[in-house]
């Protein structure tokens, strides 16, 4: 028995580019300038045209449209480590901005390899993407800004400032830090301790500045032996806490400069039979649940990635409309620090 005799309604032609403009009552022109999301399309038209795509059901062919206007609606992002705790949020933010305009979102993990990263934006690059979006972990890498120009698609940076040709949102660690250290030198504590990832990124740059300003605001001087900078990793963390900590000057309180480092500064700190905040203040970088559920909650460095996700992926798509007129944009986010239970005076005041 066919499908026609059990009663099913009959197969009916998959709809064309021809039937969509003739509902829209529109020229193939129209609808081509609307499924290639150009900015000469009046609002009008644009939305008898997406009426009728919806209508019709109608499927472009994302290949062949690919082929005839050397735009493939894809989009690369490259970042260290999709589970890093915060960049899910990001990834999630910028994917839905994009969905919603008919991009795909492209995602690879650089392993924060600078020779990675010079090989994910040449495979993007060969992919034929549209714009590409990426982290911090090669920011001063001369080879990778020949690779970034040579692929020659609209670049938008992720809490990195180089190469200043691009765009960029960048979060505003400094000003957090800054505040963060200011509370713990209020409480007593002198001997504050920064860990954080290389200097010649942008978040471990601005983290320093801020801790560092901090003591010259309130005229006092800083131990620079307690500023370790080096990597944003746990191992990091639970390295240099260990050595501190076993020091016999060691530290007050600590600030965790990274956000994935502090499961190894708690790790170190365990070890050491030492106790948040009775022994040693201590604060995070970024919420998650570690530093909610430590007991007691953990102070943290915090901003919203999601935005930073959202505003990232409109960066694009405005830079890929109009990439010849737009000067390069630096867009600064808020943060903010999150004073909870685990920052009290140091055990000598």
Request: some cysteine; glycine content about 6%; aromatic content about 4%.
């Amino acid at each position: 028995m066919t499908d026609h005799q059990a009663g099913s309604k009959p197969r009916t032609a998959s709809a064309t580019i021809k039937d969509v403009a003739r509902l829209a009552g529109v020229s193939l022109g129209s609808v081509s300038r609307v499924l290639n999301d150009k900015a000469s399309v009046t609002a009008e038209v644009r939305t008898r045209v997406l009426s009728a795509i919806d209508a019709l059901g109608y499927q472009p062919n994302t290949v062949a449209q690919s082929m005839r206007s050397q735009v493939s609606r894809t989009v690369g992002c490259i970042i260290r480590d999709i589970n890093i705790p915060g960049l899910a949020a990001f990834v999630r933010a910028a994917h839905d901005i994009f969905m919603e305009q008919g991009y795909a979102l492209l995602l690879s993990n650089s392993e924060g390899r600078a020779e990675r990263e010079r090989e994910l934006v040449s495979v993007m690059a060969a992919r034929r993407a549209d714009a590409l979006l990426i982290g911090h972990y090669s920011e001063l890498d001369p080879d990778l800004e020949a690779v970034l120009k040579r692929a020659n698609i609209p670049v938008v940076l992720v809490d990195r400032e180089r190469p200043d040709w691009a765009d960029a949102v960048m979060v505003n660690h400094q000003g957090a830090v800054r505040r963060a250290t200011e509370r713990l030198i209020q409480l007593g504590h002198r001997r504050i301790a920064l860990l954080t990832g290389r200097d010649t990124l942008y978040p471990a740059r601005e983290r320093i500045a801020g801790f560092l300003k901090a003591y010259e605001a309130l005229g006092l001087s800083c131990d620079p032996s307690l500023v370790r900078s080096g990597s944003f990793e746990a191992e990091f963390g639970f390295e240099q806490t260990s050595l501190l900590i076993s020091s016999s000057n060691r530290p007050t309180a600590i600030i965790a400069g990274g956000i994935e480092m502090l499961p190894g500064v708690v790790r170190a700190l365990r070890l050491h039979g030492l106790a948040v905040p009775r022994d040693i203040s201590l604060v995070g970088t970024l919420n998650s649940d570690l530093a909610e559920l430590h007991e007691p909650p953990i102070s943290v460095e915090h901003w919203d990635y999601a935005e930073v996700g959202r505003i990232a992926a409109r960066f694009a798509l405005e830079r890929m409309r109009d990439s010849a007129t737009l000067e390069p944009r630096r867009l600064l986010i808020p943060s903010d620090f999150m004073l909870r239970e685990s920052c009290s005076a140091p055990p000598s005041v």
